[in-house]
């Protein structure tokens, strides 16, 4: 059972579980070069690495949303006429919002509640343009199907499973008391079924809309989910380039993530070897 009272880890507590740095140079940023994007929404900015990123585009306004638990992106910003940041929470900042985004990025709270009803919000509220793209971290292990909760206390107790402090194991549904992954952040005791994880809020959401979005996977570094507002064929054609890139990255990239899931001793070998692997 979780323990009564906010758990909120303190900055210095949090594990960096992932980034999704490459993901954005591969695909987010030309993506903003070739179309003419002028508003972008990032839910999730962490230190601000990925904003950074994104503000080298001066034609592009960003909305950034985050409550601002590992650093102050409100001051670190303050200084860009570009990046605006909501702080708080995304269920909260969102229906506040008015105008809609080109592109909007998800690597917020990784659970079921906060995924889906993000999707919810923007859908209903039409906060995405037709022929714009959302960007999902994390659809894949640890917690396409297991919820992680930064916290806790934030989602209502009907939507939120028994969570524990304790490690995560690849291709194990309990945790772990020695080791495993991110052993500070309160997740699901238990992975997988009904209204679990990201990847399965994803689905729950497009079996709501079906021919509204398409979407397609990238695998490796956690994953990153595509969805697509569909617009016209002229546009949808041009999403069928960005699913062609992503298969092959997903072909390229195959044979780091055998290793690192077959032979993870021999990938962090390699890793400190090379470097980044
Ligand atoms: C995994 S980090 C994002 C990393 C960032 N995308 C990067 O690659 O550098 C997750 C971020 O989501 C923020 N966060 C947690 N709960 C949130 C929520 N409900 N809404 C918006 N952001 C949230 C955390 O403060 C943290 O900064």
Redesign the pocket.
Known sequence: MPPAGGVTLGAGQ?E??????NF?KSFVVPLLAKRRWTRVC??????????ELLAMFPSIALTV???????D?KEKFAGNPHVTVKK??????LPELHNAFDCI?I????NWY?VYH?LKVISDRDLLKRGGIVFL??VEWPWGRRDMY??PE?IPSEYRHSWEQKGVVRGRRELTDRGGFCPAYCKATCEGGARNGVLTAIEDFLREHKDEYKFFRVRGDFGLGIMYHRKNFREDLKFLTVECQGVAYNVFTWPKRFTKVHFPSAFSLAKSLFGRA
């Open positions: 949090r960096n579980f992932g980034q999704m740095e954005a990032e839910i999730g900015a962490r230190l601000g690495g990925i904003t949303i985050d409550p601002c638990l590992d650093c992106l708080g929470i995304s269920l909260k900042v990025l690597d917020g709270d990784h906060t993000e971290h994390d930064y916290q934030m």
